[in-house]
């Protein structure tokens, strides 16, 4: 498997405005904020899709969504809320195959997550 840009922000060749570390995961700001806190939390272990996480994995994954929980608080908007999305292969909108959890807070967040346009086409 080649490198994904996340495997250079871990190994620290390419540089990322990294929030959290630890042996495990890194958290980093998303260089494309679709809200006014949205960040992504990542395994260090390259882990494709969703569904090549193993059952081994589980462990790995839940620490991903306690890291999370973490920066929420210290950075202080866990009690107003915020949404975690993993997205999984193309129709589910993922572009990097080396999971990752977005974090995305500092707004109200609208259900369903996607555009006024699209709702129109599926209606």
């Not at 958290?27 to 899709?49: C, E, G, S, W, Y």
């Not at 839940?62 to 193309?90: I, P």
């Amino acid at each position: 498997m080649s490198d994904t840009i996340f495997d250079k922000i871990i190994d620290k060749s390419i540089a990322a405005d990294i929030l959290y570390e630890d042996d495990l995961a890194l958290a980093f700001a998303d260089i494309n904020p679709q809200a006014p806190v949205h960040f992504l939390v990542i395994p260090k272990k390259r882990i494709a899709t969703i569904n090549d996480i193993s059952k081994d994995d589980r462990e790995l994954v839940g620490h991903l969504y306690w890291v999370a929980a973490q920066l929420a608080d210290q950075k202080g908007f866990a009690s107003e809320g915020f949404r975690t999305v993993m997205n999984c292969n193309e129709f589910g909108g993922q572009s990097v195959y080396h999971i990752h959890l977005h974090v995305l807070a500092g707004k109200p967040l609208g259900w369903p997550p996607y555009s006024d346009e699209l709702k129109e086409s599926l209606e």
